[in-house]
């Protein structure tokens, strides 16, 4: 499995993860930008491969 598919899976758990912890306890700020950060660097590895 290469790191792009990965990164892809991983911010996919955590886009499930963060959006579980918002449904059971409330928003947390810091774990949505955490997850933004995350879907960055993916979409960064994704563009830098195609090219």
């Known amino acids: ?3 792009t598919k ?3 899976a991983l911010t ?3 886009l499930v993860t ?3 912890y918002t449904v ?3 928003s947390n ?3 949505w930008f955490g997850w933004v ?3 960055l660097i993916t979409v960064g ?3 830098t491969r195609e090219t």
Do not use: E
Request: proline content about 0%.
């Open 18 to 20: 963060v959006t579980a």
């Open 24 to 26: 059971a306890l409330g």
């Open 29 to 31: 700020g810091w774990l």
């Open 6 to 8: 990965t990164m892809g």
């Open 45 to 47: 590895m994704v563009a």
């Open 1 to 3: 499995m290469s790191a």
């Open 37 to 39: 950060v995350l879907g």
């Open 12 to 14: 996919v758990g955590a």
